[in-house]
């Protein structure tokens, strides 16, 4: 017999809520399913417009953006019985609060790996030749044509690459670094498997620190938490060697950006990749004003592949618990 998880008063055809726009084709294929109601504009919601629509809906389809706390919980209606997250990342969610309300809350886990590490490497090259300060020089008119000392980065091989954080996107940049011959380092919760360590080329660092110093670059692919909030602060980037640089593409939170600005400013690292930033859509100008940095505006999962695949991800998540049975993307405390 399959659990069951809604009481069997949640009809047929839910209200469900989209906070943000989505792919038109997921949006076409929920307003058959669903009664919805979209964003047409995009606009992020107010925290008013938020209790709102909790007050009302069934189902709550929500994105990062979005910051879905104990207050807002604890306001919404009886009858909110799923929060169908858009996207992998569970941090912007009271987990605890929604379970203690019988909410349940679900993602979208794995539809952007490949994009992510697609990115992540990306920057890792941007990053190591120096791309953002060479871009800038040509677009100044200051370049001076070719020369064989002028304009130089680090080439990949042999280099050490520090990964934090080895769930899913941490091993898919593990298989992409490994083509480009560099030597692979991670630290985590918990060691990998043998097997999948030799298939990665990948070794365990205990030590993070020991990671973080030994690294020619570090990326990170932790969740945010209160145990990683400022993971990378000063004294850890005070470890980096000079020629090091770090690439971020998880969570803004991860590095204390003060210290990274200091740290770049006087040229005690060389250079950061930054796809994500600590209080996003709001970038400290200081930062995009160094000439080592790379930075992109939150592009990691910015492919209509995986966006489309997030999409068929909610929904399937709200079809089965609109059938009463377990989605297969439920979110439990213990995962977190």
Known sequence: MKEQFRDTSVPARPRVVVTRKLLPEVERRMAELFEVSFNADDTPMTRDALAAAMRECDVLVPTVTDRIDTALIEQSGGQLGLIASFGAGTDHIDLAAARARRIMVTNTPGVFTDDTADLTLALIILVSRRFSENVRTLRAGKWAGWGPSVMLGHSLMGKTLGIVGMGRIGQAV??????????????????????????????????????????????????????????????????????????????????????????????????????????????????????????????????????????????????FWVDGHRPPDMVLLEQT
């Open 174 to 319: 593990a298989h992409r670094a490994k083509a480009f011959g560099m030597d692979i380092r991670y630290h985590n919760r918990h060691r990998l498997p043998g097997a999948l360590e030799n298939m990665l080329s990948a070794s365990y660092e205990p030590d993070l620190d020991a990671l973080v110093a030994a690294s020619d670059i570090l990326t990170l692919h932790c969740p945010a938490g209160p145990e990683t909030i400022r993971l990378l602060d000063a004294r850890r980037i005070a470890l980096m060697k000079p020629a090091a640089c770090v690439v971020n593409t998880g969570r803004g939170q991860l590095i204390d950006e003060e210290a990274l600005i200091a740290a770049l400013d006087e040229g005690r690292i060389a250079g950061a990749g930054l796809d994500v930033f600590a209080r996003e859509p709001q970038v400290d100008p200081r930062l995009l004003a160094l000439p080592g940095l790379v930075a992109m505006p939150h592009l990691g999962s910015a492919t209509y592949e995986g966006r489309g695949a997030a999409g068929e991800r909610v929904i399937a998540n709200i079809r």
